[in-house]
Every structure is written in structure tokens, then in C-alpha cells.
């Protein structure tokens, strides 16, 4: 079947350490994106990217980075400057621009601090 | 740059009554509208979503959403409401063809009571 697959489900960072959120999708799906969930604040995009090797910062990409080396995958590092980072991720891919098809998620990955 | 309004953070129905959630949108022109469901710790599933053409569409699990172009409006119905759509809903909006920056609301949780 095909999808999203996000990896880990949980994962706990310590203070000042990165952490990378995976997601693979074999959908076929040029772009793909990241956002953050937090409670009473809907989704808030935090990379997207069309294309392989090209990325966008979305609306809160400060302490965070991404990598596009391959089509299928779309990978999120958690900086140590990011002071704020519990939240659930959420990773989603589309056809991409000149589509009218929509975003498809993964099921998340719920990030906590130790 | 286009908005999306959701005003009601909580509904609680009971089973079998009828359900109308609300949702509001800001754009210049008519644009990419979707509703989105979210069961607790997953990702999101789309519900339905409308692009051009009859403003009454219908998406899975017998909901069906309507656009009221005068009124800015995408509200989500349900006629009958089952114990399994106790979830949370989001509604976003997007630009046609650029569907790359999509808009969510801050979501409806859905309580639904026997």
C-alpha cells in the first residue's frame, strides 16, 4: 500500500542535543512538508520542499533544518536551538505545484523533552 | 494572503443527532478548500475537499461539506452522527494550483455522547 511512513512515534530529546524525525513516502510525490501541532494551534508549516536537492522554509523553520537527497524521503533535524521543541510532527507529501491534489500525512511523531 | 476561521473549538452531540461544523475562509478569489480529520496520536485524513464547479460535495464516511461563496463559508455537515467520528477537524484552505501553502484552522474537537 502506498503512504507515509513516519519514524519514530515518540522520541525525547535531552537539552542541547538534535534529534531526526524520518519520513518516507512512496506515493510517488514530488513535494513534501513538515509541520508542527501543538494544541489549540492547528498545523503551522515548518519546511516544504517541490523538488529533490530544493527546500522552503515555512512560517516557523527557525531551529530547524531539513535534507531532500532523495525523492522519498524528507528528514527533520531538531536543533538544540530550538528551545521549544515538544510538539507532534506531522510529515505530509503531494503531487506538488499545478496540482489540484491534496496533501496526504503521515501519522506523527510526538517529540517530548527529558 | 488567505485565512481560515474555525469558531468553534468544541461540539458535543449525541449519537445519531445531526452535525454542522463551521468554517470561514479568507481569500481574494475562490480557492482550494479542504476538511481534514484527525483521530487522537494520528495523522490526518482527508475528509473532502472542493476545487470549482457544484458547491455541494461530498466526501467519505457520509459527510458532505458546502461552499457559500457569499458568505466565505465551507461548513462540514453530517446528517447522522456515529460514535466513531468523535475526533478533531480541521478545515484549510489553499490557493488553486499552489496547494504547497495550505492554510489550517485551529481545528473543532468533536465530542459525541450515546
Known amino acids: 500500500d502506498g503512504g507515509i511512513t513516519q519514524s519514530p512515534k515518540y522520541l525525547f530529546r535531552k537539552e542541547g542535543q538534535n534529534v531526526t524525525l524520518s519520513c518516507e513516502q512512496n506515493?510517488?510525490?514530488?513535494?513534501m512538508y513538515w509541520y508542527r501541532q501543538d494544541p489549540g494551534q492547528g498545523l503551522r508549516l515548518i519546511y516544504y520542499?517541490?523538488?529533490?536537492?530544493?527546500?522552503q522554509k515555512g512560517d516557523i523553520a527557525e531551529g530547524y533544518s531539513v535534507s531532500r537527497e532523495k525523492k522519498e524521503s524528507f528528514p527533520l533535524t531538531v536543533t538544540s536551538a530550538q528551545k521549544n521543541p515538544t510538539a507532534f510532527y506531522l510529515c505530509?507529501?503531494?503531487?506538488?505545484?499545478?496540482?489540484?491534489?491534496?496533501?496526504?500525512f503521515g501519522d506523527g511523531t510526538r517529540l517530548s523533552i527529558l | 494572503a488567505q485565512s481560515v476561521t474555525q469558531p468553534d473549538i468544541h461540539i458535543t452531540v449525541s449519537e445519531g443527532a445531526s452535525l454542522e461544523l463551521r468554517c470561514n475562509y479568507s481569500?481574494?478569489?475562490?480557492?482550494?478548500l479542504f476538511w481534514y480529520v484527525q483521530s487522537p496520536g494520528q495523522g490526518l485524513q482527508l475528509l473532502l475537499k472542493?476545487?470549482?464547479?457544484?458547491?455541494l460535495v461530498q466526501g467519505i464516511k457520509g459527510f458532505e461539506a458546502e461552499f457559500k461563496r457569499s458568505q466565505s463559508s465551507f461548513n462540514l455537515r453530517k446528517p447522522s452522527v456515529h460514535w466513531s467520528d468523535a475526533a478533531e477537524y480541521f478545515c484549510?484552505?489553499?490557493?488553486?494550483?499552489?496547494?504547497?501553502?495550505?492554510?489550517f484552522g485551529t481545528g473543532t474537537r468533536l465530542q459525541v455522547f450515546p
Open positions: 505530509a507529501s503531494s503531487m506538488g505545484q499545478d496540482s489540484n491534489q491534496p496533501q496526504h
Open positions: 506515493l510517488n510525490h514530488d513535494a
Open positions: 520542499s517541490q523538488i529533490v536537492n530544493d527546500f
Open positions: 481569500y481574494g478569489a475562490t480557492p482550494y
Open positions: 472542493y476545487f470549482s464547479g457544484d458547491t
Open positions: 484549510a484552505v489553499g490557493a488553486p494550483y499552489n496547494t504547497d501553502k495550505l492554510i
